[in-house]
């Protein structure tokens, strides 16, 4: 296939207050365990607000966009498992360029097969959260039963959370959202009830859950999750804390804090980064046969300056359910 040597890509315009802007750049190296993909969808995530916020510190981040499925274009030297022509889906790795852009190099070990029965941006939505998810659930809690409480229900992370959670026969899903509309979402998704994260969480929790999630505004939970949590439960966060936390409240109960950042497998290049992509193949399944659903609530148009500026608007009214998608189709 002849490829082009530049190609379209949003780029973070430093000379305009780190707004968004088109351009023509050249197309990126392909390693020997690489894939170049031609992104046909993405999504959006509010990992890039905080990379962008980032931006302002570290020149080498120029082009955002974490979730994408596209087309294999080419194959490093050392690629087996996948070819040229195959649709594929993935989240990347936060130290590599992004996938808002017509083309996207990424390690191998970190794709999977598109679902089939998926438009490519239905898929797009699905590869961090529901990383995270199974993450979260398999290798952090690694949880069979109990009661577990999704603190932001309806976001990207949650809504798979739930999903997954629901696989699981001897887990209760307590989810929390704010409005009717997130609401019903949790329990379309599978939560066996919803709490109002807005009122007092004790009164609606009489019963001691086993394992909670901090998907947003982590800070206030931490302080009043000990009380309501199970001897020897989980607390796991998956955004960053606003300031220092005081862990000595879970000491009495011997509760345990994970960090769960899904770009860890990328980073550091562990034994186990295959997994993600073996995960991706799993979910990709269960979305062909049905048992899953996408999280993609609104397709914004195709991969631009403008929509992606607009979706970054959409995450910080902190109103979005589920996830916002491009699609260049």
Known sequence: MN?????????????????????????????????????????????????????????????????????????????????????????????????????????????????????AAEAAAMPLTALTAWELLHEHFCLERGRLLVLGGAGGVGSQLIQLAARLPDVEIIASASRPESRDWCLQLGAHRVIDHSRPLAAQLPEAVSHAVLAHHPDAYLKTLPPLMQPFGHIACIVPLAAAADLNPLMQKSLSFHWEYMFTKPLFQPSDRPTQGHILNQISRWLDEGLLRSTQTRCLGPVCAQNAQHALALLASGQTIGKLTFANL
Request: with cysteine; aromatic share 6%.
């Open 3 to 119: 490829l082009p040597v530049s190609m379209h890509a949003v780029v973070i315009d430093r000379n305009n207050g780190f707004a968004l802007k088109d351009a023509q750049v050249p197309l990126p190296a392909v390693g020997e365990q690489d894939v170049l993909v031609r992104v046909d969808a993405a999504a959006i995530n509010p990992a890039d607000q905080r990379l962008l916020a980032r931006a302002r510190e570290n020149p080498a981040i120029s082009i955002l966009g974490f979730d994408a499925c596209g087309t294999v274009v080419q194959t490093g030297a050392a690629v087996q498992h996948i070819a040229v022509g195959d649709a594929v889906y993935y989240a990347g790795d936060v130290s590599r360029a992004g996938c808002f852009a017509q083309y996207q190099a990424v390690h191998a070990d970190l794709v999977g097969i598109k679902p089939a029965r998926l438009s």
